[in-house]
């Protein structure tokens, strides 16, 4: 690994992730790093290549903290749940306003993200609510690929700026309340009392 480079995508990331895409430019980067341009474009030729480079390398980096949740969990409504809070954790780490700056500003990019995205997030969501069908927390008669699909297709609309303005609690709050309808929904009876075994546990932690 180049300490270099990985210094610079170190960086960049936390500056990107508070100020937004757009506003920061590589001069901005350079005087924030004490670098200078050559060294800059030595590593990334363009900003592109730079937006890019960071967000790929903190998704790998959300991947290893889901990888770690999964090991954890005791049963596959846990995994959801327990999942699901991380997604809520993430949210509030990256400012939505990032996520639509990102949409707007750098398409392909965008693009090249939800892709990859979709895929793995896919497949993690199959193999729960498979896993769930074979230990009776969900309904036998759902369609594991059909529903993984439907959940994605939910929160792609729901990073859509016309219907939650950035920076809004509004989107976190219906997250929340869409991944326990949506959990509940495919639930059998041991799964919603496993749902609310878990949801009493995160309430009297916060209380």
């Not at 990331?13 to 920061?24: I, L």
């Not at 990334?44 to 290549?49: E, H, N, P, V």
């Not at 993984?148 to 700026?161: D, W």
Request: charge should be neutral.
């Amino acid at each position: 690994m180049n300490s270099t480079k990985d210094n610079i995508l170190i960086q960049a990331e936390a500056f990107f992730m508070k100020y937004g895409f757009r506003n920061v430019t590589m001069d901005d980067l350079c005087k924030e790093m004490g670098i200078s341009k050559k060294t800059l474009y030595q590593y990334f030729q363009t900003k592109d290549a730079l937006v890019e480079s960071c967000i790929f390398g903190y998704m790998e980096k959300e991947a290893d903290k889901v990888q770690q949740i999964r090991k954890k969990a005791t049963d596959p409504v846990d995994a959801f749940y327990s999942l699901s809070k991380r997604a809520l954790e993430s949210l509030k780490e990256v400012s939505p306003f990032v996520i639509f700056d990102l949409q707007k500003n750098h398409p392909e990019i965008w693009k090249k993200f939800v892709n990859h995205d979709f895929e793995w997030q896919y497949n993690m969501l199959v193999f729960n609510f498979q896993s769930g069908i074979e230990q009776g927390f969900y309904r036998a008669e759902i369609n594991p690929s059909k529903v993984a699909k439907l959940f994605l297709l939910q929160s792609e609309g729901m990073l859509r700026p016309r219907i939650f303005e950035p920076e809004s609690l509004e989107l976190i709050e219906a997250i929340t309340i869409r991944d326990e309808l949506f959990l509940r929904s495919i639930c059998t009876p041991l799964g919603i009392e496993r749902l609310i075994s878990l949801m009493s546990a995160k309430a009297t932690t916060i209380s």
